[in-house]
């Protein structure tokens, strides 16, 4: 198989995603991918996860990992911004955690980045809340 891969013309995205057709995770499995990926990572009390999985509709388990890790990336610059102290959390050491809102930028910002059907109803639903 692999000389299919490598053949000349052959090799491109949109070849290899009509080649290997992955289906897409339930909301089951998408719950299990981002507590996977989070881990270690310290939630806010405002983060629900099953409103992240309804978020999720429609995401690869690569598209899940990548909200996940936006997700985590805002957390710290939001973090970064406390302690230089452009920020309004009072305590520093506890201020890196993942809030509500850097997960609903993260899941926007991979479905964008994965260019997923989701990404209409992502918007919509972060709209009306």
Known sequence: MRAVFTKKGRVGDSFHRDLIDAPLRDA???????????RRTPLLPDVQLDEV?????????????????????LALSDCMLTVKGVGTKPHAAQAFAISRRNFEAAVVLAASAHQRTAHRKVV???VRV
Not at 28 to 38: C, D, G, P, Q
Request: charged share 25%; aromatic share 6%.
């Open 53 to 73: 999985v309804a978020w999720t509709e429609g995401f690869s388990s690569d598209a899940l990992m990548d909200a996940c890790a936006i997700a985590g990336e």
């Open 28 to 38: 089951e499995a998408r719950l299990e991918i981002i507590i996977a990926h989070v």
């Open 124 to 126: 919509k639903h972060l």
